[in-house]
């Protein structure tokens, strides 16, 4: 590209991921957006005290962005905040420490920058806004995420039916390397032997039935959320920061009102 060309301006909205500091003044964000993917683009000058958009340039923040490409990284040229999640997540503990680990599986999940991903962004959207609304608990919500992002990453677990040969269920054996549910027959040893109602629960949090999910208990959750976060691990190679300091100790009732679901749909 010459220094005369000019260089292309594009707009997207998307989700901020995670910042971090270049040189005195800029910062390096990583976005999840609608269209384009992930993007990660400098801002220049946003920490400055009198930045116009340092703030709105945040984890948790929902934004539309103007770019335009650069030769390593894009640049954001202008920005507007379209809903800011921040405040609420991080004013709730467990909200804050599962909403960070939503953020960090979307990174890890969407390597390839600028492959469009438009599941996964709902996605997080959608987990964000709940997290934020407190209608269920933080820990089923971060849980039904990353169930349904590994879906979107294909690594949807067996439930149902056998991992390995299909055969139909319920059964009662659990293989992290199989992909999910084993049948007697295809059992590796080793294999984890959880309870029915355990899978019940990561069935509904996968399918999004809330009225059972909300009803479990907690030993039901701890086995569940062990269970999602060894198969994640299991396919990322290597572990989340952010997992093991999610918070799972709120006990609250989540808050009765009306709520859209965690998955808001697939159109553009």
């Known amino acids: 590209m010459s220094a005369h060309t000019p260089k292309a301006l594009y707009r997207d909205e998307g989700i901020v ?28 000058g946003v920490r400055r005290t009198k930045s116009k958009f340092g703030a709105r340039l945040e984890p948790f923040t929902h934004v539309d962005l103007q770019l335009y490409t650069g030769r390593n990284l894009d640049i954001v040229s202008q920005v507007e905040s379209i809903r800011s999640y921040g405040q609420e997540i991080v004013a709730d503990y467990p909200a804050y420490t599962a909403g960070t680990a939503v ?7 969407t390597a390839e920058e600028k492959e469009p991903s438009l599941r996964m962004f709902l996605l997080v959207v959608g987990a964000l806004r709940t997290l934020g609304e407190r209608t269920h608990q933080p820990g089923l919500v971060l849980d039904a995420f990353l169930l349904r992002a590994m879906s979107v990453a294909g690594w949807e677990p067996a439930l ?15 293989s992290v390397p199989a992909g999910g549910t084993v049948c007697p027959s295809c059992r590796p040893t080793g ?12 069935e509904s949090l996968l399918t999004g039935d809330w009225a059972r999910a909300d009803a479990s208990q907690g030993i039901n959750r701890r086995e569940s959320s062990g269970l999602v976060a060894a198969m994640l691990q299991w396919h990322l190679e290597r572990g989340l920061r952010s997992l093991p300091l999610v918070d799972r100790s709120d006990a609250r009732p989540a808050v009765l009102q009306p709520a859209e679901p965690l998955i808001v749909g697939t159109g553009a």
């Open 103 to 109: 953020l960090e599986t979307a990174d890890r999940l």
């Open 191 to 202: 294999s984890a032997m959880p309870s029915p109602v355990t899978l019940e629960l990561m």
């Open 17 to 44: 991921l995670r910042t971090q500091k270049l040189g005195e003044a800029d910062r390096i964000i990583t976005v999840l957006t609608r269209r384009t993917g992930k993007v990660r683009a400098v801002a220049k």
């Open 160 to 174: 149902g039916e056998c991992a390995r040969c299909g055969e139909a269920g319920p059964h009662r054996h659990f």
